[in-house]
């Protein structure tokens, strides 16, 4: 009778702990959520009450024409061009040089391991700063270029690590069978390493995605030819300019410019959140795919053992 109270006990304790679990990450998650939500509403609500702050949990008035307005931008088609460009070759070019070079670091034949290795690590926490980047890019005849956006991000310190990490925790069985067969070291890396590392991989890839994508800095420090614009740095001088015009109409004085001036205000606000929304959508979109693959690289990739 005591074992069967007992048990009875223990299963309220788990239910209630579950119960209690549940809620907790449930309003964790919909804290996460929230902001997001809240800026897809206010894009597709009336503007003036997107302005005016109105607008909390349902959008009122809705409309696309902020959508609309923002698709007229000029340059908008070739600017979104550049920055899938850069993301897709800036993250293939990252992921294999952080790939092989993590590899090659595992390999106590090759000539000056430890050198390179920590001559790669260090980077990670001296910088020149930004006129001797400047600098170099110029020296590299890489300013105004395509390639500016992709050269200087392939080597990342932190891949690097995660990836020797990840291939030191593999069998030494898998490299010495294939050098038994005559693999060479190019062999081993393209047929045994490289499939056996895809979920630190894909670590690897969503880092360095989500880097390219949100950078619009590499724009506006090496970039003069409108053509090679990214989409985030488009977005970025229309929402300054957006909000400039608006300071400049509001404080232009005059009842009679008070009109424009509170319907620049008003539009500027909903402009920014739809570019917002349109910058941080394809991450969103993206990041799913590769999630069960990053707990299991980042854990992996971490900690060895």
């Known amino acids: 009778m005591s074992s069967s109270l007992k048990r009875k006990k223990t299963g309220a304790v788990d239910a209630a702990f579950n119960i209690a679990n549940y ?34 949990f349902i959008p009122r008035g809705i409309h696309l024409e902020n959508y609309k307005a923002l698709a007229q931008l000029r340059g908008l088609g070739p600017a979104a061009l550049v920055s899938v460009g850069k993301t897709v070759i800036g993250t293939v070019l990252a992921v294999l040089v952080s790939a092989f070079l993590g590899f090659m670091f ?141 300071a400049m109409v509001r404080n232009s004085g005059g009842a009679a410019m008070s009109g424009t001036a509170l319907m620049t205000q008003q539009t500027g606000t909903s402009i920014q959140m739809t570019v917002s929304v349109v910058v941080v959508l394809p991450i969103l979109c993206i990041y799913p795919m590769f999630q069960r693959f990053f707990v299991k690289g980042i854990m992996i990739g971490s900690v060895k053992g």
């Not at 998650?29 to 206010?42: D, G």
């Not at 069985?173 to 067969?181: K, M, T």
């Not at 880097?211 to 003069?224: A, F, M, P, V």
């Open 23 to 56: 809620l907790i990450f449930g309003i964790f998650t919909l804290l996460c959520i929230y902001p997001f939500y809240y800026m897809v509403i206010n894009t597709i609500s009336a503007n003036d009450l997107s302005a005016a702050g109105a607008i909390r």
């Open 106 to 246: 595992t390999q106590e034949r090759m000539w000056g391991r430890k050198f390179w290795y920590r001559f790669v690590v260090i980077t990670m926490y001296f910088n020149a700063g930004l006129i001797p980047m400047f600098i170099t890019m110029k020296n590299l005849h890489l300013l105004n270029t395509f390639w500016v956006y992709v050269i200087p991000t392939v080597v990342q310190p932190f891949n690097i690590i995660l990836v020797k990490t990840y291939v030191e925790s593999l069998p030494k069985a898998l490299q010495e069978a294939a050098e038994i067969d005559g693999a060479g070291i190019f062999t081993v890396f393209w047929k045994v390493i490289l499939p056996t590392c895809t979920p630190i991989l894909a670590t690897v890839a969503i880092f360095a995605a989500v880097s390219q994508w949100n950078n619009y800095q590499d724009t506006l420090l090496y970039i003069i030819d409108q053509k090679l614009y990214s989409l985030q740095y488009l977005l970025y001088t229309y929402i300054n300019q957006a909000s400039s015009l608006a």
